[in-house]
C-alpha cells in the first residue's frame, strides 16, 4: 500500500460542554490511500460524523478535547494554526453534507457560494471563477447548467441540491473528499444517482473519499474499504467484500443480519440486535458492546480490547473472534 | 421584483382607506365638543349653532367623512380650531422635526444596538453577552422622560454643555441643519435612541445565536471561509429581519415620542398630538394622526419591499 493520503492514529474526541464529558470517538485509527474510498459506518451516535469533522476540525474548539494526530497529505492537521487551517479546509479536504438545504446558504445563489469559494483559495476573477463554476454544474450533470447558477438553494430539488453541494466542494480540485450521508435526505431512486456520480468523480479525479453512512447498502456501492464504528470505536475495518462475505465482530454479524434480504420469506420479521447503544457520558467497563452481545463473556466486561488482526486488511476489536467465524457461517 | 414591488404598493389603499376611517372615527367616538374650547363661556345658542355649521359639525358622519376625505386627498387638511392656521403646514413642520428626530435616534439606535446584539450573539452567555443584554434590557425598560430629565440635569443644568430644551436658539419652530441646532437635537436623539437600541440588540443577539446554530455555517467554514468571510454571511442573513424591526421602531418613534417630546419641548408630531387633544382640535388630531399613519404605512411598505430584496425566499 502506498502511504495513505490521510491517517488517523488513536483520534480521541470528548465533548466537554455539558455536565459530564461526553466521549464520542475513542482511539480510532484509519488511512486511506490516494485514491480510495472508504466508508465509515455506524447508527447515530457512533462517532461517525465527529470522526470525519475532526479531520477538517470543525467541532467547536472550546467545548472538545481532541487527542491523537490527524495527517492530511503529510500536513498535521491538529498543528495548524488559523490561517493555514482555514486555507486548507476546501481546497485540500472538502465535505458535502447530509442536508444540503440545511447545509447551503439560504440567501446566496449556488454560482455566488461556489465564486466565494474559489476565489478564497485561488487568484482568479469573477469571470474565469463563475466559467469553472459552470463546468462543474456540468460535471455533475445538473440540467441547464447555466441558468441553475443564479438559483438559491430553496429553489432547486433534492437530488439536484445535493449535486450542485458536490459541485461547490470539487470547485478547489481537493484530494479528500468527506461525505456526510450524503444520500440519507434524498428518495432511493436519487439516493443511486448520486452514489454513482460519487464513484465515477472518485475514479476520474482520483479522489480519495471517506464516506460516512449508516446504510450499508450506499457503503458498498461507493467504498473499497468499510470501517464499521460503535460507540465511538472502529470495531471492525476490512475490504467491503470481506466484510460483507466474513464479517468477524458480533456487532457487523448483527448489522447485516438485520438487513431485508432476497431469502427472506414475506411477512418474516427482520433480526434486530437486542439493547440500546450504550450512554457515551457513561461508558460500561470492558467491551462497550458486551451487553448487547451473545457471545460476550466475564472477560468482555473489564479490560478494554485491542484490534485483532484477522486476515489481510482486515480487523476487528473482539476477544472472541474464534466464536464468530463459526457464527459468521450460519449467517444468510 | 417590480412586479411584488407594484403588488405591494396596490396592496396598500385598502389599508389607507381603511386608516382614514379609523382615523376619523376614533376622534369622533370621543366624548366632548370640539367647539367648547374656542366658544366664550356665555355664548348664545345661536352663535354656537353658526359655528357648527360654519366648521361641518352639523352634517352626518358619513357626509362629514367624505368631505373631510376628498379635501386630505387634495392635500387640505382643514383648518385647526384653535389656531385657525392650516393644518396640512402644522402637521408638516411637525413631521418634519420629528422626522428628523426619529431617524436620528434610529440610527443612533441601530448602529448601537446592532453592535451589541452581533457580539451577545456571538459570544452567547459569556460575561460579555451578559453585559451587552444588559445594555439591551436597560434600553427596553428604563422610563424614557425619567431618562430624558436625568440627562438634562446632567448635561444641561449641570455641565452646561448642551441646551435643555426646544429645537433651536430661541424656541426655533423649525430645525435646521447647522451646528446650533445639531446641539439642540443631541440630547432628545440620545434619550429617544434607547428605545431602538434596546429592541433591535435584542433582536439581533437572537438572530445571530440562531443563525450561528445553523448548519450552513459549518458548512462555510468547511468551505475555507475566515471568520470575517462567515460574519459577512451572518450579516446578510441577520439583514432582512433587523432591517424590518429598525423600520418598524422608527414608524413607532414617529408617532410615538410624545413624553420625549414633552420632556424636551421638542416642536414635533408628538407635542402637536398632545396640544391638539388638550384642545379638542378635531381636525389638528385627525390630521396629524392620518400623516402618522401613512408614514408608517410607507414605511412598512419600504421595509418588505427591502427585505425581500435582500432574502430571496420572500419573493414570489
Known sequence: ?332 | MLAYTIRRIILTLPVLLGVSVVCFALVHISPGDPLISILPADASVDLQERLRVLYGFDRSYAEQFLLWLSRAMQGDLGTSIATGRSVTTEVMRAVGNTLMLASVATVIGFVLGSLFGFVAGYFANSPVDKAASAAAVFGVSVPHYWLGMVLVIIFSAQLGWLPAAGAGPGGSGQWRLDLEHLSYMILPAITMSVIPMGIIARTVRALVSEILAQEFVIGLRARGLSEWGVFLHVVKNAAPTALAVMGIQLGYLLGGSILIETVFSWPGTGMLLNSAIFQRDLPLLQGTILVLALFFVVLNLIVDVMQSALDPRIKR
Open chain 1, 1 to 332: 500500500m502506498t502511504s495513505p493520503y490521510l491517517s488517523i492514529r488513536n483520534l480521541g474526541v470528548t465533548f466537554t460542554g455539558g455536565t459530564r464529558p461526553v466521549r464520542a470517538v475513542n482511539d480510532v485509527s484509519l488511512d486511506i490511500a490516494p485514491g480510495e474510498a472508504v466508508a465509515l459506518i455506524g447508527e447515530s451516535g457512533s462517532g461517525k460524523s465527529v470522526t470525519m469533522r475532526a479531520v477538517m476540525r470543525l467541532n467547536p474548539e472550546g467545548r472538545s478535547r481532541i487527542e491523537g494526530r490527524i495527517m492530511v497529505g503529510g500536513r498535521d492537521v491538529m498543528a495548524m494554526d488559523r490561517r493555514t487551517l482555514s486555507a486548507y479546509r476546501g481546497a485540500d479536504a472538502a465535505m458535502i453534507f447530509q442536508e444540503p438545504l440545511l447545509a447551503l446558504d439560504p440567501v446566496y445563489t449556488l454560482g455566488d457560494q461556489i465564486i466565494e469559494t474559489i476565489r478564497r483559495h485561488e487568484p482568479i476573477t469573477r469571470d474565469a471563477a463563475r466559467a469553472r463554476a459552470l463546468e462543474l454544474f456540468e460535471r455533475v450533470r445538473i440540467p441547464s447548467a447555466r441558468s441553475r447558477l443564479d438559483n438559491y438553494p430553496h429553489e432547486m430539488s433534492g437530488g439536484m441540491r445535493q449535486r450542485a453541494m458536490i459541485a461547490l466542494a470539487l470547485s478547489c480540485r481537493p484530494k479528500l473528499l468527506l461525505a456526510d450521508e450524503p444520500t440519507t435526505a434524498l428518495d432511493a431512486t436519487v439516493q443511486m444517482q448520486v452514489l454513482l456520480l460519487l464513484r465515477e468523480l472518485q475514479r476520474d479525479l482520483g479522489l480519495s473519499i471517506l464516506f460516512v453512512t449508516h446504510d450499508i447498502g450506499a457503503a458498498i456501492e461507493v467504498a473499497d474499504r468499510i470501517a464499521v464504528m460503535y460507540a465511538g470505536q472502529i470495531v471492525e475495518e476490512a475490504s467491503a467484500r470481506d466484510l460483507i462475505r466474513s464479517p468477524r465482530h458480533p456487532y457487523t454479524l448483527g448489522l447485516l443480519k438485520s438487513r431485508a434480504h432476497d431469502a427472506m420469506v414475506k411477512g418474516a420479521r427482520l433480526d434486530a440486535i437486542p439493547g440500546a447503544p450504550p450512554d457515551l457520558a457513561n461508558l460500561p467497563d470492558g467491551c462497550p458492546f458486551a451487553p448487547r452481545c451473545f457471545l460476550a463473556d466475564e472477560g468482555c466486561r473489564s479490560g478494554g480490547v485491542a484490534m485483532q488482526v484477522v486476515g489481510p486488511a482486515h480487523q476487528a476489536r473482539c476477544r472472541r473472534l474464534e466464536l464468530t467465524a463459526a457464527a459468521a457461517q450460519d449467517a444468510p
